[in-house]
């Protein structure tokens, strides 16, 4: 349940074609941002009040950083790592997986995967929370390429 990484092929693909510039950099963190915010939806609508009142504190820092903007930092990165891993718990818990015959299913039947509104509406906030901390991570990373270009440049 990390979450898509769609991020990544999109920035060896700037790197490789040569179009890393301000202009894309910008988009990245233009992408990131609108990524947060997407995220900090889906924590205030579904994932904090799913959580018990004690559970709480730490998901609301994480939403208020997201709408903040203050999502370019490793330990960001890292605390989102931590709640998307409390949220693969809770999916699982709540995701059951059975049976469905078939008899002109070439098995005899087929996997079916249950799951109730809440845990849905937690699996696409977990989701939402994977692609914010990927498009953050895409901004760390060619952030510090270009610095360590301008280093190499300068030595």
């Not at 693909?13 to 910008?26: I, K, R, T």
């Not at 939806?41 to 998901?59: C, D, H, K, M, Y």
């Not at 995701?95 to 079916?112: N, P, Q």
Request: glycine share 6%.
């Amino acid at each position: 349940m990390s979450g898509p990484v769609d991020v990544a092929p999109r920035i060896r693909a700037l790197v490789d074609s040569g179009q890393m510039n301000h202009d894309a950099f910008a988009g990245l963190i233009a992408k990131a941002l609108a990524d947060a915010h997407v995220a900090a939806i889906g924590l205030r609508e579904a994932v904090i009040p799913a959580l018990p009142p004690s559970r709480r504190t730490f998901p609301d820092h994480l939403a208020q950083r997201l709408e903040d903007g203050r999502i370019f930092d490793e330990s960001f990165v890292d605390d989102l790592n931590t709640l998307l891993g409390m949220l693969t718990v809770k999916v699982t818990a709540g995701t059951h997986i059975g049976w469905e015959a078939d008899e002109h299913h070439i098995c005899g039947g087929y996997e079916v995967v249950y799951t109730d509104e809440k845990t849905r509406a937690l699996r696409h906030s977990a989701t939402a929370l994977a692609m914010a901390r990927d498009a953050a991570s895409a901004v760390l990373c060619a952030a510090r390429a270009i610095r360590l270009v301008n280093e190499l440049l300068n030595a």
